[in-house]
């Protein structure tokens, strides 16, 4: 079993930014993909951006180039720098962790979640 713990979340204006972190317990390895979705109320939770532990992301296109991913796989922590924040940004960001083993499937992880709202 893996817990992922978010921190970060809150209250910013429309243009603010915002920086959440996401920590693993234990050691994870980078046979993990790390990243952040979102979920705002009465809609689907949707990809934020995912990072492989090495030079790989991938970013929802609502997201990209406003928010970076970052990740320190010493610390078992993944990062989210969020930029040029709007109201539809407004959600709970909920840290996911995944990996794929042949013969054994896919093992998913989430977070608690942190709410993220952004005011007009």
């Known amino acids: 079993q893996v817990q992922l713990v978010e921190s970060g979340g809150g209250l910013v204006q429309t243009g603010g930014s915002l920086s959440l972190s996401c920590a693993a317990s234990?050691?994870?390895?980078?046979?993990?993909?790390m990243g952040w979705y979102r979920q705002a109320p009465g809609q689907q939770r949707e990809l934020v951006a995912t990072h492989n532990g090495g030079t790989t992301t991938v970013y929802g296109r609502s997201v990209k180039g406003r928010f970076t991913i970052s990740r320190d796989n010493a610390k078992n922590s993944v990062y989210l720098q969020m930029n040029n924040l709007t109201p539809e940004d407004t959600a709970v960001y909920y840290c996911?962790?995944?990996?794929?083993?042949?013969?054994?499937?896919?093992?998913?992880?989430w977070g608690q979640g942190t709410q993220v709202t952004v005011s007009t």
């Open positions: 234990g050691s994870i390895s980078t046979e993990y993909i």
């Open positions: 996911r962790a995944d990996r794929f083993h042949l013969g054994q499937g896919l093992a998913i992880y």
